[in-house]
């Protein structure tokens, strides 16, 4: 028994040795794995390394993991000594084999606040036991800790930008609503974005790897428009092929409604946005996507994106657009009509707080019938202005009580854009969908959404 | 651990293009509570575990043992397990912050905090450890916001507000944290559809919508609840099979099933499914030679599923377990020793 385990234990040294010298000659490793084999070959190492591609034999992992296991938790106990290269070794190998298991990440935690690692280095490790683990909610937890190091060290670093050296380039304001991010924080906002679609993409409807993404732009982009309305528009390629995919969906949700916030916020802003893109933007990861299917729609929805204007009614119009599309072409989605109440929901809760907001998607009837001049840019904001002696506030106004009854005009379409009138709109989209439908799945989906307009939606 | 479900196996397998949505149950599935076989099956869990995968689900082991027991007691088996062992494996997991951890030598978190002092509310057992400190724990890792986080390191997550208040309410100690900002959070992390996520603005999840409903009812807050839209979001997780998922388009899953069910239970709108096809599903789940629950028919058992097909049937009226308490997830009667009555909506 003796013999074994010394056999046991020499065999786990060289191992742990053999992968941290692969990091080190491939420091490009971008998938980890374990390749079935239940017996070890005569005199080779478990470590097969081709290309950038790491993988374990499985005959080892039951003594490694146990092994490396016990000796970690005693040295947590103060039963047993580790140097810090020993722990940094010892938790890579672990994590790579249980990323679950946190106290190993808590270890890396500090010997990085002790500066024996570095940050970016944990991003990596992360991103490869995701590659295995695409879920792993620990691995998810830590990731979201090291970057509010590195961030805390941009904003610590953002008064001393102009020294030398090759520390983080902060040129923005620390907690500012600037529409720019720094370098460093674009790079870490690609990264994040990059990590998260490759773990989306191993994992339907992974719930760790959305809640992330919306994390990271939280932290990151903060009420940044430009970058919002990117991922929007990079999203609508994704989605179109996953179509079963309830968190990418709802990524988007959460996309439009900061939008809104965002756009009824600035007053430059609240019907217009101007983008221009500014280096910052995901649009390498969209590449990548592009070359997996033929875009669905692709083309005139980046048309729709891009262009200087985008209007709160518009996103709507487009976003319902495109989920008729999808559900006509995937029928029987539930998540497709699970989108379609969500987006219907958060519409008609925008149309009874800004009643004076045509729903007209035409700019210039908008901008007019707000009152507002394209030129001063001036908004319907909280702030009550009155032009034309219309009353363009953000509390609700009356329709009855509009002043002005030769304003015929306006008043027909301040009726025209009332919440009914939507609500209609999407009762015949049913009425006629169910007329030409003989999907089963697709009726059942249909029918429970009219209820729920008629039960959840109605006035 | 929540909702760890299939923490050993995280290999799923994807199908590609043609989504499976839902299981067909065979004509010769369980239909019949087999509850020798459950018991016998969690008695014995402990033991044979080979050293490999002991080893792989160690970081959860406190809240493993809190599945065991409850199932346990839920079939009036507790007495089979070993109390005074697993006392003093409790003992020896809370550290000097006052924090317990999944098991020696691991790092204090909420999660396991909570298991703990459910398993020593299961024994009448609270003062074992140190409770003072369990408490002053728990304050600490609370945020200006009123959210909490899992442990020192400041993870925010609604689970762990549910954790925070859940631990203190078992000790009667709800009153030591500021309960108002707590709620405030909680209610950020609700969605349109009624359901809550894990941080404001996340997508609804079962199980976080269980979290965060056991939450407000511990706080006396469930009229905040929009119970209609959250029980028509709740119900249409149940699919053709009978089993619920816990989100659109996943597969129905026995501990979906629980988080759901629960949930329907606290806000008052458990009538919305149809039960006996729950009832038939969650049986379906059972296996026959082994004993214990998989998360769907024919899969590998495991007692996180066990305890919560268990608890499901309970809650669906099983006579022959004792009835479950949708909050906490524990026995009734215990509750009632502790003098805890968590609210629910009619
Ligand atoms: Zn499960």
Redesign the interface.
């Known amino acids: 028994m003796a013999e074994f385990e010394k056999e046991v234990s020499v065999l786990v040294q060289r191992v742990v040795r053999d992968i941290s010298n692969a990091f080190k000659k491939n420091p490009n490793i971008d998938e980890i794995g374990i390749i079935p084999c239940p017996e070890p070959r005569y005199n080779r190492s478990p470590i097969v390394l081709v290309e950038t591609k790491l993988g374990l034999e499985s005959w080892c992992?039951?003594f490694l993991?146990?092994s490396l296991?016990?000796k970690l938790?005693?040295y947590?106990?103060r039963k047993n000594y580790l140097d810090r290269e020993a722990l940094v070794d010892v938790t890579v190998t672990l994590l790579l084999l249980?990323p679950?298991?946190?106290?190993a990440w808590?270890i890396r935690?500090e010997l990085l606040q002790c500066g024996v690692l570095n940050p970016e280095k944990d991003l990596y490790l992360g991103k490869l036991a995701l590659t295995?683990?695409p879920?792993?909610p620990?691995t998810w937890?830590h990731r979201?800790?090291v970057l509010?190091q590195i961030l805390q060290q941009c904003y610590a670093q953002k008064d001393c930008r102009k020294e030398q050296g090759e520390g983080y380039l902060c040129h923005t304001e620390a907690t500012g609503s600037s529409q720019n991010l720094c370098t460093h924080q674009a790079r870490l906002l690609h990264q994040e974005m990059a990590v998260c679609s490759e773990a989306a993409g191993?994992?339907?409807?992974n719930?760790n790897a959305?809640?992330h993404r919306?994390?990271v732009l939280?932290h990151i982009a903060k009420d940044n428009v430009e970058v919002f309305l990117d991922e929007l528009s990079s999203m609508r390629l994704w989605v179109s092929m996953h179509v079963?995919?309830?968190?990418g969906f709802?990524?988007r949700?959460?996309l439009l409604?900061?939008l809104v916030t965002e756009l009824c916020k600035s007053p430059e802003s609240t019907a217009t946005a101007t983008l221009r893109q500014q280096g910052i933007t995901t649009s390498g990861e969209r590449a990548h996507l592009k070359d997996t299917r033929p875009a669905f729609g692709l083309e005139e929805s980046c048309k729709e994106w891009q262009p200087g204007v985008v209007t709160v009614p518009r996103l709507f119009d487009l976003e319902v657009d495109f989920c008729s599309e999808l559900i006509h072409s995937y029928p029987g989605?539930?998540?497709l009509w699970?989108h379609r109440?969500?987006v219907v929901?958060?519409w008609y809760?925008w149309r009874r707080e800004h009643p004076n907001f045509p729903g007209n998607t035409n700019e210039d009837d908008a901008l007019h019938f707000c009152g507002i001049s394209k030129d001063n840019g001036q908004a319907c904001s909280s702030t009550e202005t009155s032009v034309n002696g219309l009353t363009c506030g953000g509390d609700a106004m009356e329709v009855d009580g509009l002043p002005d009854p030769q304003d015929a005009t306006l008043v027909k379409r301040g009726l025209l854009m009332s919440c009914s009138l939507a609500l209609h709109a999407e009762h015949s989209y049913v009425s006629s969908l169910l007329d030409n439908c003989c999907n089963l799945e697709q009726r059942r989906f249909a029918l429970?959404y009219k209820k729920?307009l008629g039960?959840?939606i109605r006035q | 651990m929540l909702f760890?479900c299939n923490?050993l196996s995280?290999a799923?397998v994807?199908h590609e293009g043609t989504?499976v949505?839902d299981v067909v149950i065979k004509p010769d599935a369980p239909s019949a509570l087999i509850l020798d076989k459950h018991a016998d099956y969690i008695a014995a869990y402990g033991s044979k575990k080979d050293?490999?995968e002991?080893?792989?689900s160690?970081?959860?082991r406190m809240s493993g043992i809190y599945w065991g027991l409850t199932v346990m007691d839920l079939m009036s088996q507790l007495p089979r397990m070993n109390c005074e062992e697993i006392t003093e494996f409790i003992q020896s997991c809370q550290h000097e912050c006052g924090g317990i951890?999944?098991s020696?030598?691991?790092?204090p978190?909420l999660l396991y905090t909570l298991s703990a002092v459910q398993i020593l509310a299961l024994y009448d057992n609270v003062q074992a450890v140190d409770v003072d400190k369990v408490v002053q724990y728990i304050q600490t890792l609370q945020q200006e916001d009123g959210s909490f986080s899992?442990d020192k390191?400041?993870?925010i997550d609604t689970r762990f507000s549910f954790c925070a208040v859940a631990t203190l309410a078992l000790l009667g100690k709800l009153d030591t944290i500021n309960v108002d900002k707590a709620v405030e959070f909680v209610l950020s992390c609700m969605n349109?559809?009624g359901g809550f996520?894990?941080?404001p603005?996340?997508?609804?999840?079962a199980g976080q919508i269980y979290c965060c409903t056991g939450f407000l009812s511990l706080t006396g807050q469930l009229h905040r609840v929009n119970a209609?839209?959250l029980g028509?979001w709740l119900c249409?997780r149940q699919l053709p099979s009978g089993g619920l998922n816990g989100?659109?388009?996943?597969l129905p899953d026995v501990c979906y099933s629980w988080w759901v069910l629960a949930s329907l239970k606290i806000i008052g709108r458990i009538h919305w499914i149809d039960k006996a096809k729950l009832r038939a599903f969650i049986l379906a789940c059972q296996d026959e030679e082994t004993g214990g629950f998989a998360d769907r028919p024919g899969d590998m058992v495991d007692p996180f599923h066990t305890l919560f097909g268990v608890a499901g049937l309970s809650l669906l009226g099983e006579e022959q377990v004792k009835p479950v308490n949708p909050v906490l997830c524990m026995p009734e009667v215990v509750l009632r020793r502790i003098g805890l009555e968590p609210d629910l909506l009619s």
């Open positions: 992992v039951k993991l146990p296991h016990r938790l005693l947590r106990q249980n679950d298991f946190t106290t808590n935690k295995r683990f879920k792993s620990e937890i979201r800790w509010l191993r994992y339907p409807s719930y959305w809640s919306i994390w939280q079963s995919d309830h968190s709802h990524y949700q959460f409604k900061a989605h539930e998540t699970c109440r969500q929901f958060l809760q429970a729920w039960s959840i | 760890s923490f995280s799923s994807v989504p949505k050293d490999y002991y080893t792989l160690e970081y959860l951890s999944a020696t030598g691991h790092d978190h899992g390191w400041g993870e349109f559809d996520g894990c941080r603005g996340s997508e609804s999840h209609d839209l028509w249409e989100r659109p388009e996943k």
